[in-house]
Protein backbone atom coordinates (compact mmCIF):
# COMPACT_ATOMS: atom_id res chain seq x y z
CA UNK A 1 0.00 0.00 0.00
CA UNK A 2 0.80 3.36 -0.77
CA UNK A 3 1.69 6.52 1.37
CA UNK A 4 -1.06 8.49 0.29
CA UNK A 5 -3.70 5.33 0.48
CA UNK A 6 -2.13 4.48 4.07
CA UNK A 7 -2.47 7.91 4.89
CA UNK A 8 -6.14 8.18 3.16
CA UNK A 9 -6.95 4.67 5.33
CA UNK A 10 -5.65 6.33 8.51
CA UNK A 11 -7.90 9.02 7.91
CA UNK A 12 -10.54 7.40 7.45
CA UNK A 13 -10.10 5.56 10.08
CA UNK A 14 -9.48 8.08 12.86
CA UNK A 15 -13.07 9.75 11.49
CA UNK A 16 -14.53 6.50 11.79
CA UNK A 17 -13.59 6.43 15.41
CA UNK A 18 -14.61 10.03 15.73
CA UNK A 19 -18.07 9.27 14.52
CA UNK A 20 -18.53 5.60 16.67
CA UNK A 21 -17.33 7.90 19.63
CA UNK A 22 -19.65 10.31 19.05
CA UNK A 23 -22.51 7.70 18.25
CA UNK A 24 -21.80 6.46 21.65
CA UNK A 25 -22.04 9.48 23.33
CA UNK A 26 -25.59 9.59 21.48
CA UNK A 27 -26.69 6.62 22.43
CA UNK A 28 -26.46 7.03 25.77
CA UNK A 29 -27.64 10.58 25.82
CA UNK A 30 -30.56 8.58 24.65
CA UNK A 31 -30.34 5.82 26.44
CA UNK A 32 -30.69 8.81 29.86
CA UNK A 33 -33.58 10.80 28.16
CA UNK A 34 -35.50 7.55 27.72
CA UNK A 35 -34.85 6.70 31.26
CA UNK A 36 -35.64 9.75 32.32
CA UNK A 37 -39.07 9.41 30.10
CA UNK A 38 -39.50 6.14 31.40
CA UNK A 39 -39.68 7.12 35.19
CA UNK A 40 -41.85 10.13 34.28
CA UNK A 41 -44.21 7.90 32.72
CA UNK A 42 -44.27 5.78 35.98
CA UNK A 43 -45.03 8.80 37.95
CA UNK A 44 -47.68 9.79 35.78
CA UNK A 45 -49.09 5.87 35.57
CA UNK A 46 -49.31 6.14 39.40
CA UNK A 47 -50.68 9.70 39.49
CA UNK A 48 -53.59 8.27 37.15
CA UNK A 49 -53.81 5.21 39.60
CA UNK A 50 -54.72 7.39 42.44
CA UNK A 51 -57.13 10.03 40.60
CA UNK A 52 -58.99 7.10 39.11
CA UNK A 53 -59.03 5.97 42.84
CA UNK A 54 -60.15 9.19 44.38
CA UNK A 55 -62.73 9.40 41.12
CA UNK A 56 -64.01 5.95 41.65
CA UNK A 57 -64.66 6.57 45.29
CA UNK A 58 -66.50 9.42 44.29
CA UNK A 59 -68.36 7.71 41.63
CA UNK A 60 -69.50 4.72 44.45
CA UNK A 61 -70.78 7.53 47.13
CA UNK A 62 -72.42 9.59 44.44
CA UNK A 63 -74.15 5.86 43.55
CA UNK A 64 -74.67 5.37 47.58
CA UNK A 65 -76.27 8.94 47.62
CA UNK A 66 -78.55 8.15 44.70
CA UNK A 67 -80.08 4.76 45.85
CA UNK A 68 -80.35 6.25 49.74
CA UNK A 69 -82.29 9.26 47.63
CA UNK A 70 -84.73 6.50 45.88
CA UNK A 71 -85.40 4.53 48.47
CA UNK A 72 -86.73 7.98 50.03
CA UNK A 73 -88.75 8.63 46.84
CA UNK A 74 -89.57 5.07 46.89
CA UNK A 75 -91.26 5.24 50.44
CA UNK A 76 -92.73 8.59 49.84
CA UNK A 77 -94.55 7.30 46.76
CA UNK A 78 -95.35 4.10 48.83
CA UNK A 79 -97.16 6.53 51.52
CA UNK A 80 -98.93 8.75 48.61
CA UNK A 81 -100.18 5.48 47.22
CA UNK A 82 -102.00 4.60 50.47
CA UNK A 83 -103.28 7.71 51.02
CA UNK A 84 -104.73 7.70 47.33
CA UNK A 85 -106.56 4.35 47.75
CA UNK A 86 -108.01 5.02 51.16
CA UNK A 87 -109.40 8.85 49.73
CA UNK A 88 -110.97 6.75 46.67
CA UNK A 89 -112.38 4.26 48.85
CA UNK A 90 -114.12 7.00 51.15
CA UNK A 91 -114.92 8.44 47.31
CA UNK A 92 -116.05 4.91 46.11
CA UNK A 93 -118.46 4.20 49.32
CA UNK A 94 -119.47 7.82 49.06
CA UNK A 95 -120.84 6.83 45.04
CA UNK A 96 -122.48 3.85 46.05
CA UNK A 97 -124.40 5.67 48.75
CA UNK A 98 -125.05 8.88 46.04
CA UNK A 99 -125.88 6.07 43.68
CA UNK A 100 -127.83 3.73 46.09
CA UNK A 101 -130.39 7.26 47.05
CA UNK A 102 -130.64 7.68 43.34
CA UNK A 103 -131.46 4.37 42.78
CA UNK A 104 -134.12 4.71 45.85
CA UNK A 105 -135.30 8.06 43.95
CA UNK A 106 -136.08 6.15 40.64
CA UNK A 107 -137.79 3.04 41.94
CA UNK A 108 -140.22 5.61 44.40
CA UNK A 109 -140.66 8.51 41.51
CA UNK A 110 -141.24 4.92 39.25
CA UNK A 111 -143.96 3.73 42.11
CA UNK A 112 -145.42 7.31 41.72
CA UNK A 113 -145.96 7.40 37.70
CA UNK A 114 -147.52 3.66 38.22
CA UNK A 115 -149.81 4.98 40.96
CA UNK A 116 -150.94 8.25 38.80
CA UNK A 117 -151.55 5.95 35.38
CA UNK A 118 -153.76 3.76 37.48
Do not use: N
Not at 16 to 43: M, N, P, W, Y
Not at 78 to 90: P, W
Request: glycine content about 2%.
Amino acid sequence: MDAETAEAVDTLRAEIHGVEASLRVDIQDVRSHTDVVAASLRDDIQDLRRHTDVVAESLRADIQDVRRHTDVVAESLRADIQDVRRHMDVVTESLRDDIRMVAEGVVSLAAKVDTLRR
